[in-house]
């Protein structure tokens, strides 16, 4: 299953929580930074889906647009 954008926001933010710990060993400071990492990278994953969504659903309207206006003009030429 697909993780969701703040579900990796909120352990991203749990990471970096435990990283500021003064007691954190290093060891497991190395852990919780690959964690973050990956953390982070599912979250740039999927705002760039979100973005090609976005980007793919205002291609669509545009064209919709177009085929309206064109439409409309059609109507408007033949009075």
């Known amino acids: ?5 703040e579900d990796c926001m909120e352990e991203l933010s749990s990471v970096v929580s435990q ?3 003064e007691e954190t060993p290093l ?5 919780q930074y690959k964690k973050g990492t990956e953390a982070a990278m599912s979250c740039l994953t999927i705002l760039k889906e979100t973005e ?5 659903i ?4 545009e064209k ?3 085929q309206g206006e ?3 003009d059609k109507r ?3 009075k």
Request: aromatic residues 4%; proline residues 0%; hydrophobic residues 35%.
């Open 1 to 5: 299953m697909e993780k969701k954008f």
């Open 64 to 66: 919709l647009i177009q």
């Open 70 to 72: 064109e439409t409309r």
């Open 52 to 56: 090609r969504d976005i980007h793919d």
């Open 76 to 78: 408007n030429d033949g």
């Open 19 to 21: 990283l500021q710990k």
């Open 58 to 61: 205002s291609v669509e309207i």
């Open 27 to 31: 060891e497991e400071m190395l852990v």
